[in-house]
């Protein structure tokens, strides 16, 4: 059995396949997901698990070098732009929230978590480890 990290069996299998440059995306429940992306869907209540849960999971368990957040969010969503840039260490890219959804077309698997915030959507891409 797994000890550490991801235990989530479709996650984890995923993660092991990313490579450099390739993008994952963190969503709130109100996402659409574009057809052809895998979405692995965690979400079990309105609001659980939270963005913020998941986003530091990912984070403990997949290298991000950049971050892609819709612009509306400083604006709209104040406590969870705070925390991204409390958590990222990496540079964030803003873009408009219909480009964010045009961008997710791209990404290897979109997370849909339980968030029920406007905006509460990240794309990150995937550094190296060396």
Known sequence: ?????????????????????????????????????PCIDLAYTLGKPSFADILEVVLDDFKAEKAVIAQEMERQNTALHSLVQQVLYVPIETVSHEELKQLSSKAKVIIRTGEATPFANIILQSGVIF
Do not use: Q, S, W, Y
Request: aromatic residues 2%.
């Open 1 to 37: 059995m797994k000890k550490h990290g991801i235990l989530n069996r479709e996650l984890a299998g995923i993660f092991a396949k990313i490579g450099h440059t390739d993008t994952i995306m963190i969503a709130d429940c109100g996402l659409p997901i574009p057809d052809g992306v």
